[in-house]
């Protein structure tokens, strides 16, 4: 008889929650985010990472390396202009895991205010882990920064 261990369900759920002030307007910060998740989602050294970003309900987030190579990140799951958009997917893993992503956006005092919202369920290594709140800090610095400059 084979015996199976199960890990506990609090080391397969994994969540990020960040918040950032974007000295713009809400339509402005929008259009920065979807440009910056887009066609502009660049590594550190400014290199384009070919990220394709399809913005309606079903439409696909992915790294396009051409003749039809490249990676799924997710869906579209939810899109509400200039307020919310959700995507849902594997993101960047190649693993067992179930990934919901929200940018929830408002506007206070001539501010935009991004709360953004990771969860994730499944096999995720620690290195990546904190590997990604690095990264969704770069993308969400990146996005204010081009919505402050427009």
Request: contains cysteine.
């Amino acid at each position: 008889m084979t015996t199976t261990t199960l890990p506990d369900i609090e080391s397969l759920s994994f969540k990020i929650e960040l918040e950032t002030r974007v000295m713009a307007p809400i339509d402005v910060t929008f259009a920065a985010l979807l440009e910056q998740l887009g066609p502009g989602f660049e590594k550190s050294d400014g290199e384009s990472m070919a990220f394709k970003l399809e913005a309606w309900p079903g439409g696909r987030w992915f790294r396009d390396l051409g003749d039809g190579n490249g990676h799924c990140w997710g869906h579209v799951q939810a899109i509400k202009r200039p307020t919310l958009l959700e995507f849902s997917g594997p993101l960047m893993m190649s693993h067992a895991v179930a990934n919901n992503v929200q940018y929830r956006l408002r506007e206070e005092n001539g501010e935009t205010i991004i709360k953004f919202h990771h969860a994730a369920f499944g096999n995720i290594p620690d290195d990546m882990k904190k590997g990604m709140v690095t990264g969704w800090n770069y993308i969400i610095d990146h996005a204010r920064q081009r919505a402050e400059t427009k």
